[in-house]
């Protein structure tokens, strides 16, 4: 496709279940992060991918959170036993070099 | 720890106003900065990226300035239109990842 593509746009998960949050960068972008925006909050880093190098996984607000890159390409943010202060929107973005491209969001509920 | 800070938080002006919003960060170890724009219940969509050796860039009627040594940014916007209306966040790009204001929310009446 020709932008991020994030799925799905809305979730809404019971507390304790665990959700998985997918992000199809744009082709070619080497670098991807994921961000976390709670209501009327500004962007929270979670991590980064660049490439084949170890992640930055400093953002991750606590073991419950997880994310893979599989290939280089598809990312898979994974929120085990959700809690209701995990509501949010999960942003995606991927880059090339410098100028980063996001997705649409997930808008993450836990009720 | 960088730290992003905007100002205003919120700006109301009428239509055709020149409005200007800044963008402050401590550590000026950066690489580059952007300014994005995020539209109500949207992803966010970049506007102007200025790299550590540039002062400034235009698009059309925005004009973002930087200044690394003092630790400042701002965006200049020309003849605010409605349409204008939306989020602004300025990023900061240091040691691998971008760090974002908490952005400014724009209102431009008609």
């Known amino acids: 496709g020709a932008g991020v593509s994030q799925s799905p746009s809305n979730k809404v998960t019971e507390k304790g279940k665990d959700v998985e949050l997918r992000c199809d960068p744009i082709s070619g972008h080497t670098a991807l992060y994921w961000y976390r925006q709670s209501l009327g909050q500004g962007l929270e880093f979670l991590i980064y991918f660049q490439g084949n190098s170890a992640p930055d996984k400093s953002g991750l607000p606590s073991d419950r959170f997880s994310a893979e890159r599989t290939g280089g390409s598809v990312s898979t943010l994974t929120i085990q036993r959700t809690q209701q202060e995990d509501s949010a929107v999960y942003l995606c973005?991927?880059?090339?070099?410098?100028?980063?491209?996001f997705g649409q969001g997930t808008r993450l509920t836990v009720v | 720890k960088q730290e992003v800070t905007q100002i205003p938080a919120a700006l109301s002006v009428p239509e055709g106003e020149n409005l200007v919003l800044n963008c402050s960060f401590t550590?000026?170890?950066?690489?580059?900065l952007q300014w994005f724009r995020q539209d109500p219940g949207k992803g966010l969509t970049s506007l102007l990226l200025i790299q550590s050796s540039q002062r400034e860039q235009t698009s059309g009627r925005l004009n973002a300035s930087l200044d690394k040594s003092s630790g400042r940014s701002t965006l200049y916007i020309a003849a605010s239109q409605p349409g204008d209306s939306a989020t602004y966040l300025c990023a900061v790009e240091g040691f691998q990842k971008l760090v974002f204001g908490t952005g400014t929310r724009l209102l431009v009446s008609p």
């Open positions: 550590d000026s170890a950066i690489y580059n």
């Open positions: 973005a991927s880059s090339p070099s410098r100028v980063a491209f």
